[in-house]
């Protein structure tokens, strides 16, 4: 298996490249877990999903704590065929998810973000699941969706994407968990994600 | 079939609702064939491919050709299941192309490219290819990345995307190419793309 992202934030000020700076301190204490590479387009995350959302999380946190409008685009994969097998992506939530129901991990998947820590700061989420390679590929989806509505950090669905909005934790632990509980635990995954924050349009 | 986009425009300065709005100035032509309604995190366009994919251009061309550093992220659909049928959103190249080898369609795409034309202004994609619901769907993944490698555009792989650069024509064309002549016409394909100019970290 072999789960990354690949990270880009976009602060909407002259100073971009302070926040960008900012933001990437917040990575400092997943340097061991995680490898990190950053080029001039974004930066890629490898490792397994506990450290690889925290980080993604608390690089936009600490964005988004500075009063700049500030949005970030991320590309979460999971199970690519086309990826090396990578012993430090291992993950017993999707080992264990193989034996589950899409009930069981829906329930699993909702106590998760209960217990997601309180990081202070509100953010909007707009994001798209995808589920490759599997014929009943929409009950996933599907049954990801009936999740996200009684997460607590649903806001709308949209076409092509689902709105989140909500505290960083509670908003971050529900997209790892809809990234690790749906779809099979062996196929390919990913997500389209953008986040924002001090937006002036918010509507 | 539903096919559309969900775009975003980001401008790396305290302007930004002024670049914005010149974008936007761009989609004007096209407000005849697109659905178009912004919200405070998108700007929906529904419609063909072939204004679909000229009106993306045009909004990124336009903001591009002033001096900041901009990106655009936009999240791509065709064929998604969850969505109604739209007689405005037909598409000859799609009907097309079910009749078609994996080999014609990439000629058909390499043509297409050498024909865009050229807007003068140069800009930097990273994108990925997602097919959904196909056992098979690898081999087109692979299809298309052999039609990108030649198709004048390309760049360099990275983990989870592939970065294409050239004149704004040549790599919108190279993407309406590789959105509709690879998976299955009648399948659910979608793109998760950023486009970046004047990048100071331009490598």
Redesign the interface.
């Known amino acids: 298996m072999f789960i990354?992202?690949?990270v880009?934030l976009?602060?909407?000020?002259?100073d971009?490249?302070d926040v960008i700076t900012t933001g990437l301190d917040a990575l400092t204490p997943y340097k061991g877990d995680l490898r990190i590479e950053t080029?001039?387009?974004?930066t890629?995350m490898?490792g397994a999903p506990e450290p690889l959302f925290d980080a993604i999380r608390d690089l936009f946190a600490a964005s988004a704590k500075r009063p700049e409008?500030v949005?970030m685009?991320v590309?979460l994969?999971r199970g690519?065929?086309?990826?090396p097998d990578d012993p430090s992506c291992r993950c017993e939530t999707l080992e264990r998810a193989q034996d589950q129901t899409l009930t069981e991990r829906q329930q699993l998947a909702a106590q998760a973000v209960k217990n997601a820590p309180e990081l202070g700061v509100v953010i909007?989420v707009?994001f798209?699941l995808?589920?490759?390679?599997?014929?009943q590929?929409?009950n996933e989806?599907y049954g990801c969706i009936d999740f996200l509505k009684d997460s607590g950090t649903f806001h709308k669905s949209?076409?092509?994407?689902t709105?989140l909005r909500g505290d960083a934790g509670a908003v971050f632990e529900t997209l790892r968990q809809g990234f690790l509980r749906f779809g099979p635990a062996e196929g390919h995954v990913?997500i389209?994600l953008?986040a924002?924050a001090n937006?002036?349009?918010?509507?």
């Open positions: 990354g992202a690949q880009s976009y602060p909407m000020t002259s971009f490249v080029d001039d387009m974004s890629l490898v409008h949005t685009h590309t994969s690519c065929p086309g990826e909007d707009q798209s995808y589920v490759m390679g599997a014929g590929h929409m989806i949209k076409n092509f994407c709105r990913t389209d953008t924002s937006s002036p349009s918010l509507g």
